[in-house]
């Protein structure tokens, strides 16, 4: 693990910020096959440029094609059902149909926090809509490079505060997909941490948590998307890396600038928290000691290197609530709403170890939590099938429709 992140931990000055996820792109393009021509030559470097350009001709060309008649329904559905709400520069499209006493249902979306926007899920909603729900309400947020990870889950709490004073009492369902449920994910740890860890009153919570494909470990995921060379191209790294470069005091430990940066500054931290946060990863937990000793051109040596490790940590979920554990173990109780998280095993984009790892640290931390894993479904074909139209009955393979079923369940019924 520490050979992939060396590249961003001590290799790397700090980046400029992208002005557009174009530019980040190419620019990711670039670093990834100069990587793969340093490891492996001319043939190496030509072998990455083929598997990017196939990549890019599919994300680019191939499967816009084929979702423009599914884009006309989308904007069908959409003119005749959709009431806009402002929430300062973002907006809420909400979607009703008629009366009933199901819940309302926040649904956050995915598109690896640099795509996506709320029209884009009309369908989705009229699938939760059919499912029980009273309302649907599809929350928009800051995309990178407009926003880095807190900004997002800034938009998020906003979105929740909104739901909140819009049920009037009734439930809330907070139901998040791919980088949506990490998003979800993350607004609940930091909140969880705030009453653990400095005892402030945990609030208000939805009353349910439905998690679909999610990414709830950043580090671990980075590692992923190197294996895929897509990782320097995805907005991630430098979304949840964020705007800050700054560093914490030289005498402050690694756990405790995590916290820090996830804004749970100020607890206490045991000497033992470091190397757990790490090492229960996979993560060497010597790396970032050697990280801070070399020079990456950085202006001050080796700090902002530690900070975006820092960084990365704050904006995991799965990290955070095994540091919680450790900075205080009492369990969660009301702190966490019971959750529900659904992965499919075959999902080449977030492998399922990301769901279980999640749902580990969750239940050692004392959550209400279950899991439904399900062998057969991907990670973009869920959705997809979720906003089609024909019955769930009869989406094939079988095992895709399980699912889609089990997550209309969860969410709305």
């Known amino acids: 693990m520490f050979s992939i992140l060396s590249a961003l931990l001590g290799l790397s000055p700090p980046p400029a910020w ?165 998003l979800c994910a993350l607004w609940l740890a930091r909140r969880a941490g705030a009453a653990r860890l400095r005892g402030e009153p945990v609030g208000w919570l939805p009353s349910k948590f439905v998690a679909l494909s999610g990414v709830y470990d950043i580090a671990a995921h980075f590692a992923h998307e190197n294996t895929r060379l897509v990782h320097w191209l995805s907005p991630m790294w430098l979304a949840m890396a964020g705007r800050r470069g700054e560093s914490a005091a030289d005498d402050d430990s690694f756990a405790r600038l995590v916290l820090e940066r996830a804004g749970l500054g100020g607890a206490a931290v045991p000497p033992s928290a470091a190397p757990a946060l790490l090492a229960a990863e996979g993560v060497d937990a010597d790396a970032v000691a050697r990280a801070a000793e070399l020079d990456g051109g950085c202006e001050r040596k080796g700090e902002w290197d530690r900070a975006a490790l820092a960084n990365w940590c704050a904006a995991s979920p799965t990290r955070l609530l095994r540091l919680l554990r450790l900075c205080a173990p009492t369990p969660l109780g009301a702190a966490w709403p019971p959750t529900a998280v659904l992965h499919a095993a075959d999902d080449g984009t977030v492998p399922v170890r990301s769901a279980r790892e999640f749902v580990d640290a969750l239940s050692k931390a004392g959550a209400d939590v279950r899991t439904l894993e399900y062998a057969r479904g991907g990670h973009g074909e869920i959705p997809l099938a979720l906003m089609e139209s024909a019955p769930l009955a009869e989406v094939e393979p079988r095992e895709l429709g399980e699912l889609c079923r089990a997550f209309v369940e969860e969410a709305a019924a």
């Open 18 to 182: 992208p002005r557009g996820l174009t530019g980040h792109v190419v620019r990711g393009i670039s670093r990834a096959i100069r990587e793969e021509t340093e490891l492996g030559g001319a043939r190496g470097g030509a072998r990455a440029a083929a598997r990017l350009a196939a990549l890019v001709a599919n994300e680019l060309v191939i499967f816009p094609a084929r979702m423009v008649p599914f884009a006309a329904r989308t904007l069908r559905y959409r003119r005749a059902q959709m009431r806009e709400v402002k929430l300062g520069e973002r907006v809420l499209e909400v979607y009703q149909r008629g009366g009933g006493d199901g819940p309302l249902i926040l649904y956050v979306h995915g598109g690896s926090w640099g795509q996506g926007a709320p029209w884009n899920y009309a369908l989705m909603a009229r699938r939760l809509l059919d499912g029980g729900a009273a309302r649907v309400a599809v929350a928009q947020y800051g995309l990178f490079p407009a926003a880095d990870v807190d900004e997002m889950v800034g938009d998020l709490d906003a979105a929740l505060r909104w739901a909140e004073a819009e049920a009037g009492g009734s439930e809330v369902r907070l139901v998040g997909q791919s980088a949506g449920a990490h």
